[in-house]
């Protein structure tokens, strides 16, 4: 390969893009240059030839000694942290900081700073560095300076040092049903699962079997107009949720409907819809209960509903109408808002705003909508927690977003554009991934005070008692991967893990919520201790946690991690009887995802299986030969045997199923996220089959087992 222009490298270094990365066998891989080229683009930075580089380069140097303050300054708290001031040298600089609650801090200490001055336009421009005060409280504050008569102001963030576990768990640990909750629907839904489904199923797995919590899908919005993308990890906006989850009897307004009949019809035929089609067909299912839940909108509201409702516009401001705009422009012009008219492309322009009022109606409904989830959702985690769970409903926080959809639209100014989000070659997943979805650009972030960042996890948390974020990886380091390339020709750019991963603690303090990081894959080793450091609990899946010191075995229970979450299977594998059965490795060989031959594969995951029978065995959780429900069975138990702070059992592997929900690598080749839960002879099991399943209750008891105290 030819050597890389030092240019190149020294801009691609000061943007965060990695000119060389080790990979997943540890060797050594150096980017190419067309891809360090399109990644700058990326960033608003040109770098084709040696006059772009240099003449970035210079800009970089202006840019930053022409700002009077950082955009965002990062702090935690209980910690003393240092910032620079640029001023014309030899001026006098003095600096207040304005508290979230509208109080003021003087006297912050100067300290000392010998670097040259910079010539800028003709003037000398100096460098003063002053110390923020060790004690100031956690929150989003307001840093100002006054320098040389200029006023300047910088977003102040200071975070907790570190998330404490909740004091509900009483300093033990807790066990969660995971779920997706739209494989699982019930007699009463309106054909895929909803909030009242989800629920049920917390109310059940705690108080019947002593569960914590429920961990749940992303249940982030899709596109209004058909094809709904089946994908909770692709949605149109993270920041707003899917009313298909709805469960339209369940909005007060529905008991004011002056034909409720009609309305119980349109369920009766969307459930007929589901059980005649093998796979969840979301379009069906909206599309009827989008016309029942129209007409629940149209009636008319009592004083407290409007009051409530308008406080709620309120508070979710300007995102909410952004939002609920892209929807009615959807509905209208398709789902990718690359192809509508060229002035709706931009939230602020004039024709957006024309529209809106023009479509009011239209804008309104979808704001209502999300109304209607705010207080659903608010019941599921009241409800769940009145159950007897110590956490609640867990969700999960997915990467990103469709490139066309609401919030690459409304945040276009924040993400970039021309790459995509992905993940380098893994052990699993050997040709790479490109998840098809505009990363955030870490210098936009930075100057908007990470405000679409901070939004985004207040959302998260907001009807939660914890969170799962996917690919916590991603918040600091992302594959970038240019539009066109394939997944193995991108490269790592780095965010500020210390602003991202303090505004995760920030946000979880005040919830009360447990954060839990996905952090599999190609992960850097210092980067799990930073995790435990700040209290973020990481994610264990059996399959994974192998002994690399000792050949790849398995992984001794004691060694397991104890601040984590651990499973035996995630929604990227079959459930565990699918995968004792090699069904991992039957779809890979069909679709032609495998780069060694199926036989090697196969050989290779006989051999890990054996050994975690035999360390089974060994702990004397089987016998010497066990049904495949014994296993699954021993392997929930097995992880009663680490110290984990948070077990998980899967609603697939408690009812028997085979079917795996997603097939990374693939989109429409599989059936992603379109599978319903069935039993173990392949028929769709319902929410009330889960509860009168002898298999799912002796699972869940397995599981209150493990983290109930023997002295009890």
């Known amino acids: 390969m030819t050597e890389l222009a030092a240019s190149l490298v020294e801009l691609a270094r000061r943007h965060g893009v990695a000119a060389t990365y080790h990979d997943w066998t540890g060797g050594h891989r150096v980017v190419s240059e067309s891809t360090l080229v399109a990644v700058l683009a990326a960033l608003g930075v040109a770098a084709a030839t040696e006059d772009d580089r240099q003449a970035a380069l210079l800009t970089l140097d202006r840019d930053h000694w022409r700002r009077t303050l950082p955009h965002t300054v990062v702090a935690r708290s209980g910690r003393a942290t240092p910032f620079w001031v640029h001023v014309t040298h030899g001026q006098h600089v003095g600096g207040w900081i304005r508290l979230e609650d509208g109080t003021v801090r003087t006297g912050l200490r100067q300290l000392e700073n010998n670097r040259p001055p910079y010539e800028l336009d003709g003037r000398l421009i100096g460098e003063a560095t002053f110390e923020l005060p060790a004690d100031l409280p956690v929150g989003y504050h307001r840093l ?38 739209y494989s699982v629907r019930s007699d009463k839904s309106w054909g895929m699962g909803d909030q009242t489904d989800l629920t049920d199923l917390a109310v059940w797995s705690s108080a019947q079997h002593g569960a914590g919590f429920i961990l749940v899908n992303p249940l982030h919005a899709a596109a209004p107009a058909a094809p709904m993308e089946p994908s909770p990890y692709l949605p149109t906006s993270r920041r707003f949720v899917n009313p298909i989850y709805l469960r339209v009897e369940a909005v007060p307004e529905f008991a004011y409907v002056a034909d409720r009949g009609e309305l119980r019809k349109a369920r009766s035929v969307a459930q007929a819809r589901a059980k005649k089609s093998k796979l969840i067909d979301r379009d069906s299912v909206w599309k009827i209960k989008r016309a029942a839940l ?35 422009l959807a509905e209208k012009y398709g789902n990718d808002w690359h192809q509508w008219p060229e002035d709706l492309r931009h939230p602020a322009s004039e024709a957006v705003a024309a529209f809106a ?135 790592y750019v780095r965010y500020d893990h210390e602003a991202m991963i303090g505004i995760v603690a920030l ?95 196969l050989a290779h995951d ?20 066990p049904s495949v429900e014994q296993v699954v069975a021993a392997l929930y138990a097995y992880l009663g ?11 697939p592997d408690a009812v028997g199923d085979v079917r795996t929900q997603n097939q990374p690598g693939t989109t429409d080749e599989y059936p992603n996220w379109r599978v319903k839960l069935a039993g173990p002879d392949g028929r769709e099991m319902l929410v009330e089959d889960v509860f009168a399943d002898p298999r799912a209750a002796a699972l869940a008891e397995v599981m209150r087992t493990q983290v109930t105290p023997a002295a009890e």
Not at 146 to 170: H, M, N, S
Not at 294 to 323: I, M, P
Not at 641 to 651: D, E, G, I, K, V
């Open 144 to 181: 100002h300076v006054d320098a040389g008569g200029v006023d300047a102001a910088a977003a102040l963030i200071v975070t907790p040092d570190g998330i404490r576990l909740p004091t509900a768990l009483g300093g033990g640990r807790t066990w969660g049903l995971s779920t997706q909750l």
């Open 294 to 328: 129209k007409a629940v909108y149209r009636v008319k509201r009592s004083a407290g509903r409007e009051l409530a409702y308008a406080a709620y516009r309120t508070r979710e401001g300007v995102s909410l109408d952004h939002f609920a705009t892209w929807c009615a």
């Open 357 to 491: 009022a023009k479509r009011a109606d239209a804008v309104d409904f979808h704001r209502w909508l999300q109304w209607q989830l705010d207080d659903q959702l608010t019941a599921a985690q009241a409800t769940a927690i009145q159950s007897g769970m110590a956490l609640g409903v867990m969700h999960d926080l997915a990467v990103g977003v469709d490139p066309n959809g609401a919030d690459a639209w409304a945040l276009q100014d924040v993400l970039a554009l021309g790459v995509s989000a992905g993940a380098p070659p893994d052990e699993f997943n050997q040709l790479g991934q490109d998840w098809s979805q505009p990363p955030w650009r870490p210098d936009q972030l930075i100057e908007q005070g990470y405000e679409p960042f901070r939004a985004l996890v207040n959302a998260a948390l907001r009807h939660a008692g914890g969170v799962r974020i996917d690919h916590v990886i991603g918040l600091f380091r992302l594959w970038w991967i240019p539009n066109g390339a394939a997944p193995t020709e991108g490269t």
């Open 507 to 601: 946000e979880a303090q005040r919830a009360g919520a447990v954060v839990v990081g996905e952090d599999l894959g190609t992960v850097e080793p210092w980067v799990r201790d930073y995790l435990r450091e700040r209290g973020v609990l990481g994610t264990s899946i059996l399959w994974f946690e192998l002994d690399r010191d000792a050949g790849g075995g398995p992984l001794p229970a004691r060694r397991w991690r104890e601040y984590c979450l651990s499973s035996v299977t995630t929604h990227d594998l079959p459930p565990t009887a699918g995968y004792l059965a090699g069904e991992h490795v039957r779809i890979r060989d069909e679709l032609g995802l495998l780069t060694r031959p199926a036989s090697e594969e």
């Open 606 to 625: 006989r051999a890990e299986q054996q050994a975690w029978l035999a360390t089974l065995r060994d702990a004397e959780l089987i016998g010497e030969d």
């Open 641 to 651: 045997r680490t110290p984990s702070r948070l077990l998980a059992l899967a609603l």
